[in-house]
């Protein structure tokens, strides 16, 4: 974890440079809570795009840590652990879209539900249109149906946790460390199926804070 920032707070869509961390685990979670309430009610009232343009690519441009200082330890079933879990299925996503690929087309054959059309990816979808979605599921976030949003990337986790599982099955027999590693990821995804799930409820009836 990096250390803690001693900068003031700025509460703007367009960068989380300047944002605090905190010793204090009640003002740490008190800041996530303004941070991402503040964050998303701003982009919102930005007709342009502009600003939720900037945040969809603040991951990809200026890398993960500073968001994980603000919102990591947030409650998972929260408005500031929903955004984290969005970025960090973003950046997951990007930093290996062809293994994302794998996973999903085997996800997509072996779930039985309609997990992989409420995600949304084309079929096929090969590494660049799982780039394409991960970035639209978040655009959404800020800029659409945050629970709409919150759903498909839910969906979108359960689709790649099943292709994981399934992958650590073949690779099982002759390179049980690269199972293992699918295993885990299929588990964390899963956790973040749930997570997600469990938000866009939460938003819906109007208790996600």
């Not at 998303?40 to 502009?50: N, Q």
């Not at 652990?81 to 290996?96: F, K, T």
């Not at 590494?127 to 949003?149: N, Y």
């Amino acid at each position: 974890m990096p250390a803690p920032f001693h900068r003031p707070v700025r509460l703007s869509p367009e960068t989380f440079d300047n944002l605090l961390g905190s010793h204090d685990p009640a003002e740490q979670t008190r800041m996530a809570h303004a941070t991402a309430s503040a964050l998303l009610a701003r982009v919102r009232a930005d007709g342009s795009g502009v600003s939720a343009e900037r945040l969809v690519a603040y991951a990809t441009e200026h890398g993960i840590d500073e968001v994980a200082e603000l919102w990591a330890k947030s409650p998972a079933v929260s408005l500031p652990g929903a955004l984290w879990r969005l970025y960090l299925l973003q950046v997951s996503i990007h930093a290996d879209p062809s293994l994302a690929a794998l996973l999903h087309e085997r996800g997509r054959v072996e779930l039985p539900s309609v997990d992989a059309l409420v995600a949304g990816a084309p079929v096929p979808a090969g590494p660049e249109e799982l780039v394409a979605l991960i970035d639209t599921i978040l655009r959404g976030a800020f800029s659409g149906d945050f629970a709409i949003a919150l759903e498909r990337a839910a969906a979108f986790c359960r689709v790649q946790a099943s292709g994981s599982t399934h992958i650590a099955d073949d690779y099982d027999p002759t390179e049980p460390d690269r199972a293992s590693d699918l295993t885990t990821r299929a588990s964390r995804l899963s956790a973040f199926a749930h997570d997600l799930t469990a938000s866009a409820a939460a938003w819906r009836d109007g208790s996600l804070t």
